[in-house]
């Protein structure tokens, strides 16, 4: 059973505070309507390169460069389309140089769905995510899991705000925390690693990075930036901007010389977004 | 919670790639118990680690995400409690190029800062040129800085020299990596935009100088960088050693040696 699945009724259990939740559901509503998604890019393919070069969007995993054979497995094994990831509100350096956000109005442009786990982590064959699960804990019952706990695009910030509520003695402690142990298949009593409980957010479509709220990067990658402007030099007048200027023209990096720590910059940029 | 304990872990390589000349970087560690791999992005909530094995250790490797050093390294000691081993400050990479130290007229990279032993190591799928090291984060970023003030140096005395642009802007390319402090980046793009090619430097300013210095006006960076040209062509010759007085130069033509001039050939 998904750690949503007939939470009303499952408040009652002792383990969780349901006064709590009821007291707590209306802010955890307004951040979950307004958290942003986020995604870190850079690895794969230098940042550069994908500012320089259409269609200048986080691709799908249909991109065999830009994503590993493990995603495009967890996809087909749990009938999920390639998709561009996202995490809601977190950004770990594991993945890239560069952390783009994207408010909640991008979802409206897009086919996707959520899990509130990281479904590669689930059905990774190291299985980075633990679930304790009848009658083993085989592939199958993984899969079927993995399924069962997907939620439709439009529907996940509705359940994001119930989770929040439930499970987290506080709304930081999504990012500092971790949820209570007290989901039938012990999701968040297995595991100490924020894959566990990051809600996983995925569009049917590639997401263009023009359309960003926010950003920040390392410094090599804002020096890297910097010099592939100066080598480019400037459009003449009434010419349409350059790929990079086009980029360059939307909101500043959070931390314009760029910084080791882009991912904490950028989750504190999304915790003043929603008052934390 | 569980402690981070250094002697549990070791440091095998650097978030990302170096890209550029000179950087710093988060340590990628590996934890000796289960040879689990992380970004060590805090020392303070080991909860927020994401730990992984060694197959995608080599496929983050392989694209780029890491650069692995060739041998590891031992956390600096002043990250580490002395009284328990846990990490107690936040460790951070920094890597350069010879290439940089050479232009800063720094003949080797320091075996310590700030008393601080550093070891540079050289990175796999690296140039030799590269090396990289491990500190504590607030001395990584003086050395940065100390590496932008030298090349700062450099600059002005090379422009003083009328050095051919392209060596001089290359110097500022560089200053602008290392330099982390407010007051040294803002000379690095004075310098910058004194030697870069003139149609860019508007360009520069809008999209990355005015970023950092939001308020200083585009007119406001114009008369600053004007004015520094002009202070540094003004500026007399650099003397490393002191004047030689009329005295001086008496003494050492009578204790220097007699030059021997062969009479010429009849």
């Given at each position: 059973m998904p750690v949503f699945t007939n939470l009303d009724n499952r408040l009652s259990d002792a383990a969780f505070d349901a006064a709590d939740y009821h007291r707590r559901l209306p802010g955890c509503q307004s951040l979950a309507q307004h958290i942003a998604l986020v995604h870190v890019s850079g690895r794969e393919r230098s940042f550069d390169t994908t500012v320089a070069n259409p269609p200048h969007e986080i691709p799908t995993s249909s991109d065999h460069d830009?994503?590993?054979?493990?995603?495009?497995?967890?996809?087909?094994?749990?009938?999920?389309?390639?998709?561009?990831?996202?995490?809601?509100?977190?950004?770990?350096?594991?993945?890239g140089c560069v952390a783009l956000a994207f408010s909640a109005a991008c979802e409206g442009a897009h086919d996707g769905s959520a899990s509130p786990f990281d479904t590669g982590g689930l059905v990774h064959p190291r299985r980075f995510v633990g679930v304790r699960l009848v009658p083993t804990d085989g592939e199958i019952e993984r899969v079927e899991y993995g399924r069962n706990s997907q939620i439709p695009?439009?529907?996940?910030?509705?359940?994001?705000?119930?989770?929040?509520?439930?499970?987290?003695?506080?709304?930081?402690?999504?990012?500092y925390g971790k949820p209570r142990p007290c989901d039938p298949e012990g999701?968040?009593?297995?595991n100490t690693e924020w894959r566990s409980w990051t809600f996983e957010i995925?569009?049917?479509?590639?997401?263009?990075?023009?359309?960003?709220?926010?950003?920040?990067?390392?410094?090599?990658?804002?020096?890297?930036?910097?010099?592939?402007?100066?080598?480019?030099?400037?459009?003449?007048?009434?010419?349409?901007?350059?790929?990079?200027?086009?980029?360059?023209?939307?909101?500043?990096?959070?931390?314009?010389?760029?910084?080791?720590?882009?991912?904490?910059?950028?989750?504190h940029w999304i915790r003043e977004q929603v008052n934390l | 919670m569980t402690a981070l304990i250094s002697s549990g872990l070791e440091i095998v390589g650097l978030n990302g790639v170096p890209s550029v000349?000179?950087?710093?970087?988060?340590?990628?560690?590996?934890?000796?118990?289960?040879?689990?791999?992380?970004?060590?992005k805090t020392v303070a909530d080991p909860v927020a680690l994401s730990w992984h094995d060694e197959e995608d250790a080599a496929a983050f490797a392989e694209s780029k995400r890491w650069t692995k050093?060739?041998?590891?390294?031992?956390?600096?000691?002043?990250?580490?409690?002395?009284?328990?081993?846990?990490?107690?400050?936040?460790?951070?990479m920094i890597h350069v190029a010879s290439m940089l130290?050479?232009?800063?007229?720094?003949?080797?990279?320091?075996?310590?800062?700030?008393?601080?032993?550093?070891?540079?190591?050289?990175?796999?799928?690296?140039?030799?040129?590269?090396?990289?090291?491990?500190?504590?984060?607030?001395?990584?970023?003086?050395?940065?800085?100390?590496?932008?003030?030298?090349?700062?140096?450099?600059?002005?005395?090379?422009?003083?020299?009328?050095?051919?642009?392209?060596?001089?802007?290359?110097?500022?390319?560089?200053?602008?990596?290392?330099?982390?402090?407010?007051?040294?980046?803002?000379?690095?793009?004075?310098?910058?935009?004194?030697?870069?090619?003139?149609?860019?430097?508007?360009?520069?300013?809008?999209?990355?100088?005015?970023?950092?210095?939001?308020?200083?006006p585009w007119n406001g960076f114009l008369g600053a960088m004007k004015a520094l040209g002009e202070v540094l062509a003004g500026m007399p010759p650099a003397t490393p050693s002191p004047p030689i007085t009329a005295r001086a130069k008496l003494r050492d033509i009578a204790t220097r040696p007699p030059i021997l001039v062969q009479r010429p050939a009849a």
């Open positions: 830009y994503y590993t054979d493990l995603t495009r497995r967890a996809e087909n094994l749990m009938g999920i389309p390639p998709s561009a990831y996202f995490y809601a509100g977190r950004a770990h350096p594991d993945f695009l439009n529907q996940w910030r509705n359940v994001f705000a119930r989770v929040l509520a439930a499970y987290f003695p506080a709304n930081i402690d999504y990012w999701l968040y009593e297995l995925r569009f049917y479509e590639g997401q263009s990075i023009h359309e960003r709220a926010a950003w920040c990067a390392d410094e090599p990658t804002m020096e890297t930036l910097r010099r592939l402007l100066d080598s480019q030099g400037p459009t003449p007048p009434g010419d349409p901007p350059t790929p990079l200027e086009r980029f360059l023209q939307g909101p500043p990096a959070l931390e314009p010389a760029g910084t080791p720590r882009f991912c904490e910059r950028m989750e | 000349e000179c950087g710093r970087s988060l340590p990628v560690v590996r934890r000796k118990s289960d040879g689990m791999y992380s970004v060590l050093l060739r041998e590891p390294l031992p956390f600096p000691a002043s990250c580490v409690s002395g009284e328990d081993g846990r990490l107690i400050r936040q460790p951070m130290l050479t232009a800063a007229g720094l003949s080797a990279r320091p075996d310590s800062y700030r008393d601080e032993s550093l070891l540079w190591n050289p990175l796999e799928t690296q140039h030799d040129e590269f090396r990289a090291a491990c500190g504590s984060a607030e001395s990584v970023e003086a050395l940065l800085d100390e590496w932008g003030a030298c090349l700062k140096n450099r600059f002005d005395e090379a422009y003083l020299l009328k050095t051919e642009r392209a060596s001089l802007k290359r110097i500022t390319d560089y200053m602008l990596c290392a330099a982390r402090s407010r007051t040294l980046r803002w000379q690095a793009y004075l310098r910058h935009a004194l030697v870069q090619q003139p149609e860019g430097v508007e360009q520069t300013f809008k999209f990355f100088t005015k970023n950092e210095f939001p308020e200083v």
